[in-house]
Each structure stands twice: as C-alpha cells, then as structure tokens.
C-alpha cells in the first residue's frame, strides 16, 4: 500500500509525501498524482521519508519525470540508491 498526502503548496511547488511501497497498482496512483501537478507550472517536491521499497515499475516513472521539475526529498540510502537520483534538502 502508498499513502499520499499533499502537506505543502505555495506559489511555486507542490509536496507529496510518500508513505509505504510504491509497488504494483500504486505506482499508477502515484504517477496519476504527479502528472496533476506537472499539468501546471508547479515543482514537485516528493518525500520518500516514509517510503520503504520501490518496485521495477515505480523505478521506471519516477525516472521518466526525473527532467520535469520533480525533486526527491527525505531518501533513505536504500531508496536512494534504487533511484540513483541526487538528493535535495
């Protein structure tokens, strides 16, 4: 299961914070919740703090939308090193 919560928004980004696995069907959820937002000038801020695995297939969206205005927050080194994305603060 993938708990998604927006907790901030402002003029300029948008932030989802992740919690559970983004595996299976979720993966659609998560990049139908993505797209909402990239629809619009907005940054995407995701935390993965609450993130414990991501599949195959969530590895394959969220590197899709590594160019679009989409910065990961809060990995663990584990989640980190799946996605093999630099960090932001």
């Known amino acids: 299961m993938l708990r998604i919560e ?12 992740l919690e559970g696995r983004v595996v299976a069907q979720w993966v659609a ?19 993965f ?4 695995f991501i599949g195959r297939n969530g590895v394959a969206v969220l590197g899709k939308m590594r160019g ?9 080194p584990f989640v ?4 093999r994305w630099p960090q932001g603060p």
């Not at 927006?6 to 914070?17: C, F, I, Q, R, Y």
């Not at 990049?31 to 940054?43: F, I, S, Y």
């Not at 679009?68 to 663990?76: F, I």
């Not at 980190?80 to 996605?83: A, S, T």
């Open 29 to 47: 959820a998560l990049e139908d919740e993505c797209r909402r937002v990239l629809w619009g000038p907005k940054r995407l801020i995701l935390d």
């Open 6 to 17: 927006k907790v901030g928004e402002d003029a300029a980004t948008v932030t989802l914070k």
């Open 68 to 76: 679009e205005r989409v910065q990961l927050a809060n990995c663990s």
């Open 80 to 83: 980190q090193e799946l996605l």
């Open 49 to 52: 703090a609450g993130v414990t």
